[in-house]
């Protein structure tokens, strides 16, 4: 049976915190707040859009004004899943919680979870700590040209990270490897994700390929995904969130290179139609330039964004809702090159849906996903509070 015509649409902006939360201290994020401190460090942002849909509202961003009558309802939300991760922020944001977070490795991971792998690829591995992968591709890449072996390395997340060359590992052995990892790293070891990191160029000129790819562990439990799916709706999604789901609850997913590619792909594809949810990610605002505290690039990503909005909503109408929120926090000003403890700003958008209003603080991510659910024709206590029509 084909179900009633809906459209909608979710855009993560992913990194994009708007101050600390309350258990910020337990994950060392005390003064986190990526907007706050990023327009200060600037000296005030220019987001002309973004404020016009309200950010200003959510809270005091040097150089976003309040609006009297902003174009969105707008608020922000608190995670109460355990953990900071794009993959924790993201199921919770489509109704799924985690009472226990993905295990960790600040000391690098287990002598044995490293001989298990090192056995299974046949050669030894590099570095073994927690680190920014650009700079542990210009400590390692060196002696990983030399010898051989792989790249391994971790954060304040729960990711195995593997990175290699692809003159001297081809591509689909990285993928090989990750695969062998994945399939070793479940138990007490299951990190949320293996990643795949491509690399190329000489010695001081390493540079990632968008070739990027994410071995997930599956959702612990059903999302609002699985409910669009099995009600024959469309879940598609554009850049890496079906690899967050491990394609659980999604029926189509374009993957991108970067957000202006990401955002030529959202284009191209809502254009084309489709029944159901669109659910994007724009990742540079995190991957190029939060980890990589570079509070410059992430002022331009968030510019670039403000730029298409204004020119793509329009397009939307009157009767299709555009969400905008994030997963998690990446404060660039901070020391850390980490994700952050945040609220993030909730943004709804759509003339017929939503009228302007303070949505004020949202106790869970959840509320995404009830309101999705609410707007489709489900039951949206199921999942959280809904927010549609305030």
């Not at 190329?200 to 990632?208: E, T």
Request: with cysteine; proline share 7%.
């Amino acid at each position: 049976m084909t179900p009633v015509h809906r459209q909608a649409m979710l855009l993560i902006i992913d990194g994009w915190g708007i101050g600390e939360a309350p258990d910020a201290a337990e994950y060392h994020d005390e003064g986190s707040a990526t907007m706050q401190n990023l327009a200060a460090w600037a000296g005030g942002l220019t987001l002309p859009t973004f404020q016009r849909l309200g950010l200003g509202n959510i809270a005091p961003i040097q150089g976003i004004d309040p609006m009297a009558q902003p174009l969105a309802s707008y608020g922000r939300m608190r995670e109460i899943s355990k953990g900071k991760d794009s993959t924790t922020g993201h199921w919770e944001l489509l109704g799924l919680t985690l009472e226990v977070p993905f295990p960790t490795y600040p000391g690098g991971f287990p002598p044995a979870v490293i001989e298990a792998f090192s056995e299974r690829i046949g050669r030894p591995v590099l570095a073994n700590k927690p680190a920014s992968g650009t700079a542990v591709i210009d400590e390692y890449g060196p002696e990983h040209l030399r010898s051989g072996a792989p790249i391994v390395y971790t954060s304040a997340d729960s990711v195995f990270q593997l990175a290699a060359h692809t003159d001297v590992v081809p591509l689909e052995t990285i993928y090989a490897w990750c695969e062998e990892a994945r399939d070793l790293l479940q138990g007490e070891h299951g990190v949320s994700r293996v990643i795949a990191r491509p690399f190329v160029g000489p010695p001081g000129a390493f540079r990632r390929t968008y070739d990027r790819k994410d071995f997930s562990l599956p959702p612990t439990g059903p999302t609002f995904l699985d409910t669009l799916m099995e009600s024959g709706y469309d879940v598609v999604t554009v850049g890496k969130v079906d690899y967050l789901f491990n394609g659980q609850g999604v029926t189509e997913a374009v993957h991108t290179e970067g957000n202006t590619d990401g955002m030529r792909a959202i284009e191209t594809r809502f254009r084309q139609g489709f029944n159901g949810l669109m659910f994007c990610n724009l990742i540079d605002t995190d991957q190029n330039y939060g980890h990589r505290n570079d509070c410059a690039g992430y002022q331009r990503a968030l510019e670039e964004i403000d730029a298409w909005l204004a020119t793509f909503l329009p397009e939307l109408g009157a009767e299709i809702p555009l969400l905008i929120a994030s997963d998690h926090g990446n404060d660039p000003t901070t020391p850390s090159t980490d994700h952050s403890r945040e609220y993030v700003p909730l943004l709804a958008y759509s003339p017929r849906w939503f009228h302007g209003t303070d949505l004020g603080t949202r106790e869970s991510f959840r509320d995404v996903a009830a309101t999705l659910a609410e707007y489709f024709g489900f039951d949206p206590a199921v999942w959280g509070t809904s927010v549609l029509g305030q």
